[in-house]
């Protein structure tokens, strides 16, 4: 299969394309100018250099199905409205009809458990029929984006899938985010100050997260005009402090873990879990 793939450089991006390679499927991603993947690329993907609004028929006709994972917000930028809209929704359904165009009838569409927003609080486990009730720019345009090509899709009667990804870590991951910043100490021999870490979340691997993404492209639970939303998780909910102590004692570092040395974010969400089906 060749896919055409938004967000290639990204966290989630570039471990996405070493194991759809892997996998036998060859890529065409989007790549900004001056960026770089956050891992090592596997096999020889084709770099496509251009922002999100570009015109890319040229290259979209000769693939089969478009996975959409860029994204303005994730790190920096959250609660800029004005950007958010236009690249999460506005760019986003520009790019899906050209794609569409050119007559890809496959969509794997990336969201964000943020999406959920205050909702997830009503929840145990959060289903993906949940209200969205999003409370930053960049959740909110994640969200509205989601519906606007749920519609779209419906009209069109198109293959889309929509993955909204949960609480994710591993190589690649941006150094400010836990897991990182966990390790960072850890290998250095310092000791990890953090909240009391009674959070309830639900943790997975980006292996297993990209893995899950590539088995998806087969479609087979798909029908055309008929949308999917679902989340990915690993299932098994711990508490933060849990997540960092498993990870301490695997890499036998030699400082101490800190709980309740930080305060918790304001308005922190003590538990946020997903409905996982099976």
Not at 34 to 58: H, K, Q, Y
Not at 106 to 122: A, H, P, T, V, W
Not at 192 to 203: A, N, P, S, V, W
Request: proline share 4%; aromatic share 12%.
């Amino acid at each position: 299969m060749k896919i055409f793939i938004t967000g290639g450089t990204g966290f989630i991006g570039s471990n996405f394309i070493n194991t759809a390679i892997k996998n036998g499927h060859d890529i065409i991603a989007i790549k900004r100018h001056a960026s770089s993947p956050r891992v090592r690329i596997v096999g020889n993907p084709i770099w496509i250099e251009g922002d999100l609004d570009g015109d890319f028929r040229t290259h979209l006709n000769k693939c089969d199905v478009l996975v959409h994972m860029a994204a303005y917000g994730v790190i920096d930028g959250a609660d800029n409205f004005d950007d958010c809209l236009y690249w999460n929704v506005i760019a986003t359904y520009k790019l899906c009809k050209q794609a569409y165009e050119s007559g890809i009838k496959k969509f794997l569409i990336i969201g964000s458990c943020f999406e959920y927003g205050m909702s997830g609080d009503r929840y145990d486990f959060i289903p993906a029929t949940a209200p969205l009730e999003p409370v930053t720019s960049y959740a909110a345009s994640k969200a509205a984006a989601g519906v606007l090509l749920q519609g779209w899709a419906a009209e069109r009667e198109v293959h889309m899938q929509v993955m909204r990804i949960f609480h994710v870590y591993g190589e690649g991951e941006s150094e400010t985010r836990l897991w990182p910043s966990l390790h960072k100490a850890a290998i250095s021999g310092l000791d990890f100050e953090m909240t009391e870490g009674k959070q309830i979340r639900d943790f997975m691997h980006v292996k297993d997260v990209v893995q899950t993404l590539v088995d998806a492209l087969r479609f087979d639970s798909t029908i055309a005009g008929r949308p999917i939303v679902q989340n990915i998780g690993s299932g098994h909910p711990q508490s933060v402090l849990e997540f960092c102590n498993y990870w301490w004692k695997k890499w036998k570092a030699p400082g101490k873990i800190k709980p309740g040395a930080l305060n918790y974010r304001n308005h922190e969400t003590m538990r946020f879990v997903p409905e996982i089906k099976k």
